[in-house]
């Protein structure tokens, strides 16, 4: 076994300490972990020291040669990296290291049995070779992507798809599909087979039709709105790029609570469920090849996203773990290892080691997280305070480049004691912009706050200085002049950081701050393909969080919804203010649109309108028709102007 060794460290130093408490004996411990931290950390220094510097970055990919021999060997190296790898000034050497371990190419666990693309795109598809036929394990992001893989693959095998796994449904995973070659025909006849959850579809649900705007543009801002380079995307830590582009999605035809044990191809695989970064994830393990999969349960080649900034339900740390720990039963007698963000390991120590470390740092970031909360200590305290020990902090398999401890402490704290920190003041707060308006009156008026956040800007105190801008900006939307000198400190700040979330959505946050962003970049959580996959039931239940309560205050209606192609009958009661689904139609309602799924997707999709579909006579009307026209009026319009998330 390769052992690991200290890691070169080279992290921007916060000088945070833990909080003196009225208990002496808890300020003494404090204030002894706090020197421990600060003497083990020899080698941090200043990022701006080693900003644009090739020989560091040079120096921290050498924490990386000793674990060469656990990687995979490469049957098929493309010699190229969509990552950005070149050392600048605006990009932390950490990253740059980081990017340079994502180069092209094809890895192969179990000689001519199991390869993995890695470097594609942001996820590493697998392809399980069988006697007749071939397994995909995660098509990717999008059908250019998927196409891309499977090509290299046919050159490899030309063997037909027997099966695909889905190990969860985020949308860097199933969203390939079609790309693969495989068609709905193929799935409908059982020549391919789709495995997935029993949740995949319930909670795809929610991504694409309850919560599709909001996590669309706040993944975008991250991710697709940025051009790769130096001033922009370096690479997306799981992988090297993700790119918007055509999507699609097969429906599973095979799904499972906890265990499956199927043979494919003659290859026999155990599918299982293991809680990682969704509630649906799943795990594959080849007992004959002693080959094991494990997904997203770790999640790649970082500390992994406890809380992804994009937004998410609540991960639960101690599922997640325990999610790792059935992991390890399977790894204990694993000789080699995939996973759909990272190079395939070889090596069962090897691979029990780092399971184990990962596993361990989700638990310790969890229980100190508790512990304090448990002391007091808010949200913020946690997130100064608390950090891997030495051991995991330089496990190179741990780095804060996708996850962080300091954002996974503020999603454990809301898990389980929500918003509220117990101060009042959180209750007696004024409101959102007149909050903004006294913060700018008692700092002296706007002038005076532009010269402080200059001053802290050309201190170096980025975080500070868009504090006090953002509250010029939040009472002037259009004072361009604050907004400009607020992106000027966002995007020094993001420069500076080796997290890549962190890095982007700040230089995203600072092109929205300028009127930079091309919005026509935005992954779409409601693609066409998805929409179609979504049951009628699912669709219009979603409507209900478009209802606009003012509009709707004193209304009292129901409309049905029968979908005559797949004896579907559902209905909305809107009940001032609230709309309220029906999942069987009551014998009464005000009207009833009478249609199909496939013109239902049609109007969703805005491929025809309601109007013409009735004109046409694709759809009908029983009852009254001044109600359904009535009913559209109570709902949000779609709207063309993006979402803003920083100039608010």
Not at 556 to 583: N, Y
């Amino acid at each position: 076994m390769q052992k690991t060794s200290a890691k070169p460290v080279v992290r921007r130093l916060e000088t945070t300490h833990l909080k003196p408490h009225r208990n002496k004996t808890l300020s003494l411990l404090a204030g002894a972990a706090c020197a421990l931290f600060l003497a083990q950390a020899g080698d941090v220094r200043l990022v701006s020291d080693a900003m644009a510097d090739e020989a560091e970055v040079e120096r921290l990919m050498a924490g990386y040669e000793a674990f060469k021999p656990n990687l995979a060997p490469i049957v098929l190296d493309r010699g190229d990296n969509l990552a950005f790898t070149e050392a600048s000034d605006t990009i932390h050497p950490e990253q740059t290291a980081f990017a340079r371990q994502m180069q092209r190419g094809i890895y192969m666990p179990v000689e001519d049995k199991v390869y993995v693309a890695v470097g594609y795109g942001i996820t590493s598809t697998t392809m399980v070779v069988g006697d007749d036929g071939v397994i995909i394990i995660d098509p990717g992001e999008n059908d250019d992507f998927g196409a891309l893989v499977m090509e290299e693959f046919r050159s490899l095998t030309d063997k037909p798809i027997k099966a695909i796994v889905y190990t969860h449904r985020h949308p860097d995973h199933p969203f390939g599909s079609k790309g693969l070659g495989v068609t709905e025909e193929d799935v409908k006849s059982g020549k391919v087979k789709i495995y997935a959850h029993d949740s995949f579809m319930e909670y795809l649900v929610n991504d694409a039709s309850v919560v599709g705007p909001i996590l669309s543009i706040r993944t975008a801002l991250a991710s697709t709105l940025l051009d790769v380079g130096p001033e922009g995307r370096v690479h997306q830590a799981l992988g090297p790029t993700f790119d918007s582009g055509p999507v699609s999605l097969l429906q599973p035809t095979d799904t499972f609570d906890e265990m499956l044990d199927v043979t494919i191809a003659g290859v026999r695989m155990v599918m299982f469920h293991a809680y990682g970064d969704a509630e649906d994830e799943i795990g594959v393990w080849f007992p004959e090849m002693k080959h094991l999969h494990g997904s997203e349960t770790i999640q790649g080649e970082s500390f992994p996203n406890i809380y992804t900034l994009r937004g998410t339900k609540f991960r639960d740390p101690v599922e997640w773990y325990t999610g790792v720990d059935r992991l390890l039963e399977y790894a204990r007698e694993a000789d080699s290892y995939s996973g759909s963000h990272m190079r395939p390991w070889v090596g069962n120590e090897f691979i029990v080691e780092r399971i184990t470390n990962y596993r361990d740092a989700i638990q310790y970031v969890h229980d100190q997280t508790v512990r304090l909360m448990n002391m007091g200590y808010t949200r913020e305290e946690l997130a100064d305070t608390i950090r891997l020990p030495e051991h995991l902090a330089n496990d190179p398999w741990l780095g804060e480049y996708y996850g962080t401890v300091a954002h996974s402490t503020r999603n454990i704290y809301g898990g389980y004691l929500g918003w509220y920190q117990a101060d009042p003041t959180e209750l007696a707060t004024p409101g959102f912009e007149k909050k903004a308006a006294l913060y700018v009156e008692a700092l002296g008026g706007r002038d005076a706050i532009m010269e402080k956040a200059r001053k802290a800007l050309d201190e170096g105190e980025y975080g500070w200085s868009m504090e006090l801008l953002t509250h010029a900006v939040r009472v002037d939307g259009e004072d361009m002049e604050a907004r400009a000198m607020k992106a000027e400190a966002m995007r020094e700040w993001g420069y500076q950081q080796p997290n890549i979330y962190w890095r982007g959505l700040a230089l995203g946050g600072a092109l929205e701050l300028e009127d930079k962003l091309d919005y026509s970049r935005i992954w779409n959580f409601a693609a066409p393909d998805i929409i179609k996959a979504l049951s009628p039931d699912a669709i219009i239940e979603s409507v209900r969080v478009r209802l606009d309560p003012e509009k709707a205050a004193d209304a009292h209606m129901t409309i049905g919804f029968r979908f005559t192609d797949i004896q579907d009958d559902s209905a909305l009661e809107i009940r001032r203010g609230v709309a309220v689904f029906h999942p069987k139609s009551p014998e009464k309602t005000d009207a009833t649109i009478v249609a199909t799924k496939a013109l239902l997707d049609d109007i969703l999709l805005e491929q025809t309108t309601l109007a013409d579909a009735l004109a046409e006579g694709s759809l009908t009307i029983e009852g009254d028709e001044k109600a359904i026209e009535r009913f559209f009026g109570y709902l949000d319009p779609p709207s063309a102007d993006p979402i803003k998330l920083v100039v608010r």
